[in-house]
């Protein structure tokens, strides 16, 4: 009887939709939680530090030991905690003297399961017999970029509809998404790239040249893709004079937006294309907006050129994982670790850097963007290095 690969593409879809919610539902409550439970918008941003925090932790124990545990008890976990975590994040709040103790602590459930998702998905895809492999798994990353759209606007037209106040309801609403995806990873088949114990050490994987440019295409690609994503809105209330609910549509909904266009497009074309000329093309274009975010006198412009930028980091992750696996195949579940712990890495540090030079320059946030051009800048450097070696792909013993 043949296997249905296409039950297991479908589960890693909504994995991706699940890591998505685990994302970007609570920072739309950060205003409630400091108004409805008096926590202090200092203590509100640890939030977010510890949703990352607790994902750069979970990449680097998966590096060791989900190949012993098995994929599919791993990825049917991260769909647990994934529910868990947003169902905690209704209840728990209010069975702690401490609310804050709470929320912290169902994020931290549901980021394990969001660190597991990202990690176990594209291995469990890259093992799956299906041709052009790079297109589907763009088409694959496209689905975190839906599901942070749909996340945004179905919430937003939630609270619209029902009031805000009713949020905990929604909270369990979208539990139901990895609840559901637990019966399908549960029953859909799972490869694994390598057999048990012939997949490349972490040792090994840090003595091949490739490996350490590919570790910094992914820094560079989370840190141009979140350095843009998380200013985008406040760039457009303060350069345009947007409201912050349309600085939010007009910013980092428009960027989620043209990102999932972009993997779309390499996902239905990408048989067609080349996928280092599309990376190329794609990080010398990022890095062109955010000159046109930096130095841009007209913010009209500037606003276009963060929306743009979308669509520039679109095929950045997905493509460095394609070229990795091609690259080094004995790689294993390590490899896949050790990247999405670079994009997370890059994630939480790009971000900070253009606040903190926007800080500095009397709160100029162009200023802090031109400081930003200098990931897009590395990654159009390393892209070229790639080039050399894909030209010369690794044969391993």
Known sequence: MDKNY????????????????????APLLFLKFHKDYAIPLGKIALISTMFFLTQLIVDILCARFVDRIGYRRCVVASELCSAAGLIGLAFLPELFRDPFTGIIISVIVYAVGSGLIEVLCSPIVEACPFEHKEAVMSLLHSFYCWGSVGVVL???????????????????????????????????PIEHLVEDGEGMKIGSLFRVPVFWVAIILMVCAGASELSMAQWASAYAESAIGLSKAAGDLAGPCMFAVTMGISRVIYGKYGDRMNLMSFMFGSGS???LCYVMASV????????????????????????????????LPAGGTAMFALLAMAGDLGGAFGPGLVGNITQHADDNLQKGMLAGCVFPLVLVISLLVMRRFQKKPRQLE
């Open 154 to 188: 179905l919430s937003t037209l939630f609270f619209a509809v029902f009031g805000i106040s009713r949020w905990k309801w929604l909270a369990c609403a979208w539990s139901l998404v990895p609840l559901y995806n637990i019966y399908n990873f549960a029953t859909c």
């Open 285 to 287: 274009l990022c890095l």
């Open 6 to 25: 296409k039950k297991t593409l479908f589960a890693c879809y909504l994995g991706f939709i699940t890591q998505a919610i685990a994302a970007n539902f």
């Open 296 to 327: 841009s006198s007209n913010p009209l412009i500037g606003l276009i050129g963060c929306i743009v930028c979308g669509f520039s980091v679109g095929i950045m992750w997905p493509g460095t994982i394609s070229i990795s696996s091609r690259q």
